[in-house]
């Protein structure tokens, strides 16, 4: 099969014929129809992240937005049939068994396995994925639409599920790329109002089209001042890998507000104790989510128009996408067909 390789961390990804991979028991092969390219793709093959570079698999194929229909089924596989629409998404596998799977809490499953990051992703013709953890689809969506929400769309529905905001609440979301333009759809549908932040006025106009009620330009002005001049925000969902977007956002919050880190900033950034103690601020840092959320995030999208901008690619121009996508010039999502 095709598929695009990373042979050493810092390298480029290489288009390769290789060996389709074989369901092991309980998992199942999927012919890929569609994998999302998220910004975590560009950062694991960067080696940016500390805490997933020595974990990372090498040579790996990379991509944890994968959608497309099981074409073999492994020993054992009574979950799903040929022929059935699925996607893989960033956490491959859950143990079911330590501490915190026992709890619900299985995104923070001590023995999980990554999916394109310790285990093959999507970036390939075929991938292999345990049947217990592919979600099926929905009908309504194509597989171009589907991918970006098992990361981006999953990921953002949590956080805001985690927020515990109300309908007429108000939410701003800071960066308005892959995972801010779903955030903004995905609060629509659950009536909350919507202030988007970004320092470019395409992603701004999108954030708008797509039902934001405000726009702030952080690059022309100072944000905390004019969100203020329409309300302070009840929680404030940073997707954006900026420092300076969280501390900003702080300035953002009303008494009681939430913090939502999802961004992945490298760099730390400041808060002040007295400000969090005299505000009751909360800070709620959200990973992925899990089984449970991406059927909830499944149902929603079956009842409102939330879709992904999607732009098709085929998997040969991964590394034009990986450069698009450090310069910020990505408008949606980038999905890579084979
Ligand atoms: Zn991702
Ligand atoms: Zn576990």
């Not at 990373?6 to 074989?22: C, H, N, T």
């Not at 492994?74 to 596998?93: A, F, K, M, N, Y």
């Not at 970004?198 to 022309?220: F, I, M, P, R």
Request: glycine content about 10%; charged content about 20%.
């Amino acid at each position: 099969m095709k598929a695009a390789i990373l042979r050493a961390i810092g390298k480029p990804l290489a288009i390769e014929e290789v060996p389709a991979p074989s369901p092991q028991a309980g998992e199942v092969l999927i012919r890929v129809e569609a994998c999302g390219v998220c910004h975590s793709d560009v950062h694991l093959a960067d080696g940016d992240w500390d805490l997933l570079k020595p974990i990372t698999k090498l040579p790996l194929i990379l991509g944890h937005e994968a959608a497309g229909r099981v074409t073999a089924l492994g020993e054992g596989v009574s979950e799903l049939h040929l022929g059935d629409r699925v996607g893989v998404p960033w956490i491959h596998w859950t143990c079911g068994e330590c501490e915190f799977c026992r709890e619900g809490r299985e995104t923070l499953c001590s023995n999980q396995k990554i999916t394109g990051c310790t285990v093959d992703g999507g970036f390939a013709e075929f991938l292999t994925a345990p049947a217990t953890h592919a979600a099926r689809l929905p009908a309504i969506l194509s597989a171009a639409e589907a991918a970006p929400l098992l990361c981006a769309g999953l990921t953002v529905y949590k956080a805001i599920k985690a927020s515990g905001i109300r309908p007429g609440e108000r939410l701003a979301v800071f960066g308005i790329g892959g995972l801010g333009h779903l955030a903004v759809q995905i609060a629509r549908a659950l009536d909350i109002r919507v202030c988007g932040v970004d320092v470019a006025d395409d992603k701004l106009e999108l954030a708008k089209s797509l039902g934001a009620e405000w726009t702030v330009n952080a690059a022309l002005e100072t944000v905390h001042k004019k969100v203020r001049s329409f309300g302070r925000v009840h929680a404030a969902l940073v997707t954006s890998a900026s420092p300076a977007a969280y501390e900003a956002a702080l300035r953002c919050l009303r008494g009681g507000g939430t913090l939502l880190v999802v961004g992945m900033a490298n760099q730390p950034f400041k808060v002040s104790a007295v400000s969090l103690i005299s505000a009751e601020t909360r800070i709620v840092a959200s990973a992925v989510g899990t089984r449970e959320d991406l059927r909830e995030l499944f149902a929603l999208v079956e009842r409102f128009p939330i879709r992904c901008r999607v732009e098709e690619r085929p998997l040969e121009e991964v590394g034009r996408v990986f450069e698009e996508l450090k310069s910020g010039a990505v408008l949606g999502r980038i999905v890579l067909t084979s």
